[in-house]
């Protein structure tokens, strides 16, 4: 997955190096096309998550470089309301933007000065969404924010330095998060992961896979955001929530069923948590992979945009994005439930 990350990544940084050298409509066109396939890969990865691995290491913060999306636009860029908004616009405070300044800025503010990652490239390329919920339409951000000659836009040239920097941390960062899981090394995350016991590894496996069902998906990115008028979601600059919820439902069943269906359409596989739980729990394997195979199924049928239909449902109502929320409980809960009755359990502390 992270290698497949790190290859999209590659095309974004490619399309983009090629628009910001002729600002194009087509061109930034096809820029917000590489990025939502940028971002396929990397969503399914986010399995990965809360389980003590490379991602979510505090000395090499990966997550809050690569993915981190709730953050304040106004610190980049402009927005309604606030046109010399952000470090683009403040030459004054910021006479360079490289990548030592959006490393040194980045997560400040107790989290909301995000200056790298996917979505900072996808405010970068989209805008602000302006419009009205109703609407349904994401950020309207023109090619000419780039175009350095037209005497009509503020900060093209430092707004096309700060996007050239991100991508290419962002392929940086990918890189060295796929070396951290690479066969050929022997002094890298993989290497710890395999000199773990059995029992400890397997812990961490359901772990994350239950931290991030049931308390990043179905809490903090769907029903946090339930009624919301503000239409807090991840991809907001884009409307690109509902394809990033459905490519994380499909990593989390890749890693209970041990299955990855790579951006080549080829496969890695291997014996699963799914194996296991057939050879140990006999008596949940049923139950095991209909529920890994329901959020997927759920994930389908919630519709984009996703900003929109959350705002129109209220928390614990009939709807898609309810029923997605009570399919990854459901989820979540059998594989603790599981992960008890083999004697693992999922608890951090847990050390042997």
């Known amino acids: 997955m992270y290698e497949d990350a790190y290859t999209e990544a590659l095309n974004l940084q490619e399309t983009i190096d090629l628009f910001l050298a002729n600002p194009t409509i087509p061109g930034l066109e096809a820029c917000k096309e590489k990025w939502v396939l940028a971002h396929i890969p990397y969503s399914q990865s986010e399995g990965f998550r809360f389980a003590y691995g490379a991602i979510d290491d505090p000395n090499n913060n990966f997550e809050v470089r690569l993915n981190a999306w709730d953050f304040d636009a106004s610190r980049i860029d402009y927005v309604k309301g606030s046109p010399n908004a952000g470090v683009i616009n403040d030459s004054v405070t910021y006479p360079t933007i490289n990548s030592t300044l959006l490393l040194e800025l980045n997560n ?3 989290g909301r000065q995000i200056t790298l990652g996917y979505h900072v490239i996808e405010f970068l390329l989209w805008g602000e969404d302006k419009t009205g919920l109703e609407d349904q339409l994401p950020g309207q951000r023109t090619f000419s924010d780039y175009v350095i000659g037209d005497t009509n836009v503020t900060s093209a040239k430092r707004r096309g330095e700060f996007l050239k920097v991100c991508v290419d941390r962002l392929v940086v960062d990918l890189n060295q998060l796929a070396n951290e899981w690479a066969s050929s090394s ?3 995350y993989r290497s710890e992961f395999l000199n773990l016991s059995p029992k400890k590894a397997t812990r961490y496996a359901f772990t994350g896979l239950v931290n991030f069902s049931q308390f990043e998906l179905a809490k903090n990115r769907l029903e946090n955001s339930l009624s919301s008028l503000v239409g807090k979601e991840e991809s907001r600059f884009s409307d690109n ?5 459905y490519f994380n439902v499909i990593g989390l069943r890749s890693v209970f069923n041990g299955r990855y269906g790579r951006a080549d359409s080829t496969y890695v596989e291997g014996f699963s948590l799914n194996d296991l739980i057939v050879r140990l ?3 949940y394997s049923s139950r095991a992979k209909s ?3 329901n959020i997927v199924e759920k994930a ?3 519709p984009a945009p996703l900003d929109y239909y959350q705002s129109i449902e209220v928390e614990g109502s009939t709807g ?3 029923e997605m929320i009570q399919a990854l409980r459901d989820y979540g809960d059998l594989l ?10 999922i608890k951090a502390d847990l050390l042997n």
């Open 186 to 188: 022997q002094n890298n």
């Open 291 to 293: 529920l890994s195979d």
């Open 336 to 345: 603790t439930e599981i992960s008890v009755e083999m004697g693992i359990g």
């Open 241 to 245: 929530s509902h394809r990033d919820l």
């Open 300 to 302: 389908v049928l919630v």
């Open 320 to 322: 898609p994005v309810n």
């Open 108 to 110: 400040a503010q107790g």
């Open 281 to 283: 729990q006999p008596a």
